[in-house]
């Protein structure tokens, strides 16, 4: 377009931003400019080859995109970054879930659980939006040309690559994250899990965690979900041990204080050798092996609250490095 002043023509000065504001796209804030540089598919890629993700493996990512920096291309650069990293070979997984999620309503107000149940639409596993607590990554990844989506609602998974179709059919309905569920998969498959700037209490493989712990403390939920069923839209009940933050799933309270207990446990496996962390743009990263970390959760959990199940496929004696 005649006249466009584009950031790579400009000189910063006072005022320039603020005129051309009208025409410049996305530019970031003066302050971003001044103290920090753009980060670009390369530097991601570079940051993560050395963070030690796995040519060909399959990757469960968890993203703040805050934290990375101003990435030049936004949640597209960041999925296009770590599928070079995976190569053809390689999946990419994350956590989606459903932002119209009616997870606890029986637990709701009586006229907002008449309004939802009267009008809600129904979960539908391709078209319903992601929790948009989990960032614009996840979209972007569900969105993605050839992703596939599990089909349990809330606990819903999205997947792109090798492994796609795999890691998302036949998820449980009821206990989505424990035996049969991606998360399962994930630590059947020797994946990896990376906290690409989120912070340890992002670790949903523990839910994974959480499922094979048999415990009389262990607290238990049931929600309802509308789903279509031909042309009419029926609510179906879900079991599944609860993984809400106000309530969770143990007294963790009693173990952790205040603390959140996914970051504690995060924090202890990465002390002992349970993963490592690195620099990815601007973010503090974590690398996790999930078999090893979904054991040493397993054993915290036993220890704390009550009896052990081993994971499936796994020996109890496993190394956890």
């Known amino acids: 377009m005649a006249g466009l002043v584009t950031a790579c023509d400009a000189t910063l000065k006072p005022g320039w931003l603020e005129r051309q504001s009208a025409t410049v796209r996305r530019m970031p804030a003066a302050e971003v400019i001044r103290n920090s540089h753009p980060v670009k598919r390369s530097d991601l890629v570079r940051d993560l080859r050395a963070l030690g993700i796995r040519l060909g493996g399959v990757l469960m990512v968890h993203t703040?995109?805050?934290?990375?920096?101003?990435?030049?291309?936004?949640?597209?650069?960041?999925?296009?970054?770590?599928?070079?990293?995976l190569g053809p070979a390689g999946t990419l997984m994350a956590y989606?879930?459903?932002?119209?999620?009616?997870?606890?309503?029986?637990?709701?107000?009586?006229?907002?659980?008449?309004?939802?149940?009267?009008?809600?639409?129904?979960?539908?596993?391709?078209?319903?939006?992601?929790?948009?607590?989990?960032?614009?990554?996840?979209?972007?990844?569900?969105?993605?040309?050839?992703?596939k989506v599990s089909g349990s609602h809330f606990r819903r998974m999205v997947a792109i690559g090798s492994a796609a179709g795999w890691l998302t059919e036949d998820?449980?309905?009821?206990?989505?994250?424990?035996?049969?569920?991606?998360?399962?998969?994930?630590?059947?498959?020797?994946?990896?899990?990376?906290?690409?700037?989120a912070s340890l209490?992002?670790?949903?493989?523990?839910?994974?965690?959480?499922?094979?712990?048999?415990?009389?403390?262990?607290?238990?939920?049931?929600?309802?979900?509308?789903?279509?069923?031909?042309?009419?839209?029926?609510?179906?009940?879900?079991?599944?041990?609860?993984?809400?933050?106000a309530i969770g799933a143990f007294p963790y309270e009693r173990a952790v204080g205040d603390q959140d207990p996914f970051a504690v446990i995060g924090r202890r496996a990465l002390d002992e050798g349970c993963g490592v962390s690195g620099l990815v743009g601007k973010a503090e990263s974590h690398l996790f092996p999930a078999g090893p970390l979904v054991r040493f959760g397993v054993e915290w959990l036993s220890k704390e609250f009550g009896s052990l199940r081993r994971p499936e496929g796994k020996d109890e004696s496993a190394d956890r490095s």
């Open 64 to 85: 703040r995109m805050s934290a990375i920096g101003w990435v030049v291309g936004g949640a597209e650069t960041v999925v296009r970054a770590l599928l070079d990293v």
């Open 96 to 147: 989606v879930g459903w932002n119209d999620s009616t997870g606890g309503l029986t637990r709701w107000p009586p006229e907002w659980q008449e309004a939802y149940r009267a009008e809600c639409p129904p979960f539908d596993p391709e078209f319903s939006e992601t929790d948009r607590q989990m960032g614009r990554v996840p979209e972007r990844i569900r969105t993605w040309p050839g992703a």
């Open 171 to 197: 998820q449980p309905w009821d206990h989505g994250f424990g035996p049969g569920s991606p998360l399962a998969k994930l630590v059947e498959a020797d994946g990896e899990v990376l906290l690409l700037g």
């Open 201 to 245: 209490d992002r670790l949903t493989i523990l839910h994974h965690a959480e499922s094979l712990v048999d415990s009389a403390q262990k607290r238990l939920a049931s929600h309802v979900i509308p789903v279509r069923k031909g042309n009419q839209v029926i609510w179906r009940d879900v079991f599944d041990h609860d993984t809400s933050t």
